[in-house]
């Protein structure tokens, strides 16, 4: 026999009882095993079965149990067990098939005991019983667990895991009948020992193999299962159904899995395949491992605690032909290289940000950011476990919750709702949004308002004398951009009317354009059009403004507007001058464009009051010869652009419109169509469905409008034969009889209908609506309960 | 043929989809196509006996067109393109223009046609499968056909095929065929190389590389090596071809794109087996699967005379009956004795290391024997094929290979991880088709029902892994010995070896007595078996470089 095989020396040398220090073998090992007292391993594989001593400084070979000329397959071993009770036995799975106990008391060299061939497949693992000393476990290829009594000459019991190979089974510590088998379909099963007939419970734990399973060494309800999907799952089966507890994810499929001692939540795994590294992993942290080992230059595949009460002992051995043990003290950190700053934005602009407490701390007399925003500091701490060797972890997790009112998309939804777009004198309109901006608090917002309105309409604040040559020529503008908002005014009237009978299908026709989602800011919003859509809300008259406000106009300080003021007097304005003749063209083309409108939807008529949509009559129109509103078109443009390119098309878009022909030129329609496409699609996402039509009707752009001329047409079918209702007109062709009638009045309704979808019942809205305040039931009679929502 | 116009690429495409106005669609357009095309050809005297014999262009893209036809009227999954195809077929041919006919009988010159899986008559499921097949190729090739014996299997193998070949993955389509036809080159298997060539074009692939392995990449032309060796000595692969691979500097390959390589070319080493195992004809759109001549006086045609096909075929298997009546009960008492009494034998580990070894030397034995009966039918083999590349011989004389340990290096532990990490999903379907292949059985035997055959599967699965010098530690390879009769080990060395030389003769000669659906079965599993050897290899060879 051989004496002694190669030793080295190795990394550290101040160890208490032992170091990290490894021995070559002579061939892969495919399993190791120690005996109780931790003083001895065995080592087994396909060309080596042999035991070896742990001394202080080296292993030294005790013993080959390989004997003979030619050794037989018996000897080729998968797996290898020291009892825990008897010292001198062992016992191996041969990949032959065979399962083989050793006696080293024996005196002659073969120490060969006993040899049980009833496996027909090779044998993946054998057990011995924790407490029992006779009792043999094995699980094989052909999908038997076998129990063997030492004593006798062969099994004494077969169960059978139908069909499926068993891969591993584990004696439960504390139960003494029970034991666990894991498959390579995938599955995990129970038995009692005393049952071979069936098994206990069965539950799927992995997809794929569940190459290995072992059941926590003090927490009896613990089993940790590894696999080929590269899981490590830890399962608690004291509950009826296993539940699975914890879960880490590795990077490669799991060889075997062992419970650490004395660390209730630490477990040792090594891979199969490619990653040949052994991890203890903390299963509460799955996502970094608590140690490494990295010494094998082969896969592991075997490791073993030396002994069951010391959790700084771990032995391994490996295809690389070694035997390792390492010291825990000796092990990689992966958390001391870890990267510990974390930063993530939210959905909403939030940004959270963790880092190290320490570093935070450090940082603390720093000021905040000056922007308002919130922070809140939440500390993590680590429950101070004295069997934790775990640097202290604390970290700060800081979220940084951005404006409220300006990155919170509130504002949007409330300046779409507020602003007003048409209906009054162009000033009045500037100034409401103005006040809307600032109750909002967007200063700089309301300012370009303010500055919009005295641009185009004061001419108190124009002073510049430039435009005065040309005066014959420019004297006609104010009039026309006085003229046009009448008109637009009154145009507005007829559209609006047209619109409430379009209502249902408007959403339908938007193109979404992804182009200008995340932020933008911006909008307006006209009360009254809203009322004239009640058909969707039967709420119009609650969000109608007070007249009063759009009076009382308080001027800003226009600090913030300088920068775009003091620019103006850089710019030439001849060629805008040449462009504005062109705005009244315009202006024709949309007054065409209503009535052709109206013609195509005269089938359908529309009863709702307009009573509650104010024309606006131009109280007095602005009139100022010196002020060649056209000198700030560029300036404006600029600002629009510059509003857009910020993410607030909703600024652009409104003051486009508000600006109408003013400005309309000097923006080229593409752009304008990207932004009220943007501005449109940006509505629809908070479902302002009312603003939306609203913009789509007072846009400009021919693509927009278009928009709302889109599949307009309601079919509906005569409520008495159920048939179409083909014809134009009330009465129904086939059956005579007037369809759609108000059940309440009994009269035909001839535009806003309300129906309930649970009995189709309607009529008129109002009446329908004044019904069910006083009553729940059906005005038709039918019994039915409607609802309005 | 196989250079297609652009517009014609297209062309078939509406015909795989599920939605009937479509195909009719599609149908519309290839039938106005096809007229024009006639009528470009100009007015035919009736008198005069076919003027379109020999070729000018629009002649020749006609005839692949009419091929195309002929094809889809016997084998497209949709009833109403069948139907639509022939009266097509019909209509040209009344205006005097030849048209093609089907040339041997059905998609397997060893199986009566009768017997495999037609077209119009399967069940829902099986119809699914098909159409699915037809919807992703545009065709359903005769392999398919075959294999739908075992529809199962088919499945998996169809929805793994096209995995390789279609979707996502580190190859780019053209490379994936041209792998394709390198593979099955090495076997000089026609049928698989014609498919692929047109593939190959359709992809986009430059025709130049189809003169042969010179003019293909650098790239190309070093895997040509792996090739080889992986198809005729596998267990040679050592670590340091992979490493030349993955370090050739710019002509280098990634880990990733040599495993999908590796995967199709043990995938095409094996299906060229199956091809010849099962004497797979050439599809009738492709080159040699149709004719423009007339009906000769015989019904049969050279081919199927020389292979004895028809009417020999009955009179054979009756002659046969009687010959070899109670094979299968001989096999069937063989399995049961070595169930109930192989406790009994007890053979020692010598005995079973040694009779491992007579297994490995006597199936070297079973061919050479066989090699002077059967001339090599070089007459098909490919013009692309490098010639440089000899045939190399299996034999293991002279040379030591050590013994390739199943339990060191299994696929389910160690050869799926592999795969999987560096291809995924794919390493899954394998997995899948493996099983499939090795659990599938229907518990009979010829005639004999409820019949446990995993011993018998077994017995296959590892005598082929035998030959590739495989050897699983549990097994008792006596076994073999006594299931597999010599005719059986004759036929399977034949086509895992060198599948190029099975005969009819051989597939005729084994297990006379059990149906064609078994053959096939056996087939089956004689190709995963092979690849999956194949595979272990090239793969133990990767884990080898990597470590």
Request: aromatic content about 10%; glycine content about 6%.
């Amino acid at each position: 026999m051989e004496k002694m095989s190669r030793v080295t020396t190795a990394l550290s040398s101040n160890a208490i009882s032992g170091r990290t220090m490894f021995c070559h073998l002579d061939a892969p090992a495919n399993a190791i095993s120690v005996c109780r007292d931790a003083t001895q391993v065995v080592v087994a594989g396909r060309n080596i079965f042999k035991i070896y001593a742990l001394e202080e400084e080296q292993f030294v070979e005790k013993l080959n149990l390989r004997v003979g000329r030619k050794p037989s397959l018996n000897f080729s071993c998968a797996d290898v067990m020291w009892h825990q009770m008897e010292e001198n036995l062992l016992a191996t799975a041969a990949t032959n098939g065979a399962v083989v106990t050793w006696n080293l008391g024996k005196p002659s060299r073969n120490k060969q005991d006993q040899l049980f061939t009833e496996h027909k497949r090779t044998v993946n693992k054998v057990c011995f019983h924790p407490t029992e000393v006779y009792m043999l476990l094995s699980g094989s290829q052909d999908g038997f667990m076998k129990c063997f009594d030492l004593r006798k000459k062969e099994s004494v019991s077969t169960f059978s895991g139908q069909s499926e190979s068993v891969r591993d089974v584990q004696f439960s510590m504390k139960d003494y009948f029970t034991f666990a088998a894991s498959f390579e379909n995938g599955n995990v099963q129970l038995w009692d020992i005393r049952r071979p007939d069936r098994y206990e419970r069965m539950f799927t734990a992995h997809t794929g193999p569940v190459f290995c399973c072992d059941w926590h060494p003090d927490d009896r309800g613990w089993l940790a299962t590894g696999g080929r999907d590269k899981m490590v799952k830890v399962w608690d089966m004291t509950t009826n159904r296993a539940k699975e507890i914890y879960c880490v994810q590795t990077i490669a499929s799991v060889a075997r899995v062992k419970w650490r001692p004395e660390r209730k939540f630490h477990l040792a795994t090594c891979s199969m395949m490619v990653d040949h590294n052994i991890y203890v992993w903390d299963i509460r942290r799955p996502f970094i491992p608590f140690a490494t080992f990295e010494e094998h230059k082969d896969v592991t595949t075997g490791i073993v605690w030396r002994h069951q009460h010391d959790p700084h002992f771990l032995l391994s051995g490996s295809k690389d032909s070694t035997l390792y043990q390492h010291m825990f003290k000796d092990a990689t950190r992966p958390v001391d290289k870890a990267n510990p700053e974390g930063l993530c934005f939210g959905l909403f602009g939030d940004l959270a940000f963790a880092a190290k407490e320490s570093l935070i701390s450090s940082d603390a007399n720093r000021k905040p950011y000056p922007g308002g925003d919130r922070r809140y500091p939440i500390f993590f701490f680590k429950k101070p476990d004295q069997t934790e060797q775990f640097a202290h972890v604390s970290s700060a997790l800081s979220v940084f919750e951005t404006d409220l009112d300006s990155n919170r998309m509130d504002w949007f939804v409330k300046t779409a709702q507020l602003y007003l777009l048409s209906g009054k004198p162009f000033a009045e309109l500037c100034d409401h949004n103005a006040k809307v901006a600032r109750e909002l608090k967007r200063p700089q917002v309301s300012t370009t308002w303010t500055m919009l309105r005295i641009m185009f309409s004061d001419p108190a604040n124009l002073t510049t004398p430039g435009p005065n040559h040309n005066l014959s020529k420019l004297g006609t503008l104010p009039l026309m951009n006085s003229f046009s908002m009448k008109e637009m005014g009154s145009g507005m009237g007829t559209e609006s009317r047209l619109e409430r009978s379009k209502g249902e299908s408007r959403q339908d026709n938007i193109h979404l354009e992804p182009g200008n989602m995340h932020i933008s800011n911006n909008n307006e919003e006209n009360e009254e059009t809203e009322g004239s859509e009640g058909q969707a809300e039967y709420m119009f008259g609650d969000a109608e403004l007070d007249d009063d406000d759009l009076y009382s106009m308080e001027h800003d300080n226009q600090t913030e507007e300088q920068e775009y003021t003091l620019p103006q007097e850089a710019f030439q304005l001849r060629h805008e001058i040449m462009d504005n003749p062109s705005a009244p063209e315009h202006l024709q083309q949309d007054k065409a464009d209503s009535p052709h409108v109206s013609g195509n939807e005269a089938e359908v008529t529309c009863l709702t009051p307009i009573e509650s949509f104010s024309l606006i009559s131009i109280s007095q129109p602005l009139f100022s010869p010196h002020l060649p509103a056209s000198f700030f078109c560029p300036i404006v443009r600029e600002m629009l652009s510059y509003y857009a390119e910020q993410g607030d098309v909703q600024m652009a878009v409104s003051v486009l419109i508000v600006l109408g022909d003013r400005i309309r030129k000097e923006i080229d329609d593409l752009t304008q169509e990207h932004w009220y496409m943007s501005y449109i699609d940006l509505l629809q996402r908070f479902e302002l469905w009312n603003v939306s039509n609203e913009v789509i009707k007072l846009s400009t752009c021919s693509a927009i409008t278009c928009l709302n001329q889109a599949s307009t047409t309601l079919h509906i079918n005569c409520s008495n034969c159920k048939r179409p209702m083909s014809n134009k007109g009330w009465i129904c062709d086939r059956c005579h009889q007037c369809a759609s009638v108000c059940a309440v009045c009994h009269h035909v309704v001839k535009g806003l209908f309300v129906w309930c979808q649970g009995c189709s019942h309607g009529g008129h809205l109002e009446h329908i609506m004044n019904w069910l305040k006083s009553s729940t039931h059906c005005p038709a009679g039918c019994g039915h309960l409607c609802e309005y929502t | 043929m196989e250079v297609q116009d652009q517009e014609s690429l297209g062309r078939w495409d509406g015909l795989g989809s599920r939605d009937i106005s479509s195909r009719t669609e599609a149908m519309d357009n290839i039938h106005q196509e096809v007229m024009r095309k006639v009528e470009a050809i100009g007015p035919i005297p009736a008198s005069a006996p076919s003027p379109l014999a020999s070729g000018s262009a629009p002649n020749i893209d006609l005839n692949d067109i009419l091929a195309h036809l002929l094809m889809l009227s016997k084998r497209c999954p949709f009833e109403d393109v069948r139907e639509r195809c022939a009266r097509l077929l019909q209509s040209v041919q009344d205006l005097g223009v030849r048209i093609p006919r089907p040339l041997g009988n059905g998609p397997s010159r060893f199986i009566p046609e009768k017997e495999i899986l037609q077209v119009s008559k399967v069940d829902a499921r099986t119809q699914a499968i098909i159409e699915d097949a037809f919807a992703a190729l545009g065709r359903l090739d005769n392999i398919s056909l075959v294999m739908g014996f075992h529809p199962q299997y088919l499945e998996s193998f169809l929805r793994t095929q096209h995995y390789l070949l279609q979707m996502d993955g580190p190859l780019s389509l053209h490379y994936r065929h041209y792998i394709g036809i390198m593979a099955a080159a090495r076997h000089q298997c026609s049928y698989l190389v014609n498919l692929h060539v047109n593939d190959f074009l359709q992809v986009g692939g430059d025709p130049k590389w189809l003169n042969g392995l010179d003019e293909a990449p650098q790239k190309l032309q070093q895997l040509g090596e792996l090739n080889k060796i992986l198809a005729h000595r596998p267990w040679l692969l050592t670590k340091e071809h992979i490493e030349r691979l993955l370090k050739a500097e710019e002509h280098s390959w990634s880990l990733a794109e040599l495993i999908h390589a590796v995967v199709l070319l043990t995938h095409y080493h094996s299906l060229a087996s199956f091809t010849f195992g099962c004497g797979i004809t050439p599809e009738i759109h492709c080159d040699g699967g149709h004719t423009f001549r007339p009906p000769s006086l015989s019904q049969y045609c050279v081919c199927d005379i020389a292979n004895g096909n028809g009417h020999a075929n009955h009179h054979d298997d009756l002659l046969g009956n009687q010959e070899v009546c109670g094979e299968v009960e001989v096999l069937m008492e063989r399995m049961k004795q070595l169930q109930e009494c192989r406790d009994d034998e007890e053979a020692s580990q010598e005995e079973m290391a040694t009779r491992f070894e007579r297994e490995k030397t006597e199936s070297m034995l079973v061919v050479t024997a066989e090699d002077e009966e059967c001339v090599p039918s070089r007459d098909i083999s490919r013009h692309f094929e490098d010639p440089s590349y000899g045939y190399k011989d299996f034999s293991r004389r002279g040379e030591h290979v050590p013994t390739f340990r199943v339990q060191d290096y299994s696929w389910e532990d160690h050869g799926f991880s592999l795969v999987n990490r560096l291809y995924p999903d794919v390493g899954q379907m394998l997995d899948e088709k493996f099983q499939m292949a090795y659990n599938l059985t229907y518990n009979t035997m010829a005639t004999h029902k409820d019949v446990d055959t995993s011993m018998l599967r077994r017995a296959i699965w590892n005598y082929i892994h035998c030959m590739f010098g495989i050897r699983y530690d549990d097994y008792d390879y006596g076994e073999i010995n006594q299931l597999l009769d010599r005719s059986f080990k004759i036929y399977i060395k034949t086509m895992v070896c060198s599948p190029e030389k099975t005969t009819k003769r051989m597939y005729e000669s084994f297990w006379r007595q059990f149906q064609h659906s078994e053959k096939v079965h056996v087939n089956l599993l004689l190709m995963e078996a092979r690849m999956q050897a194949e595979l272990l290899y090239a793969l133990r060879a990767i884990t080898r470089y990597m470590t």
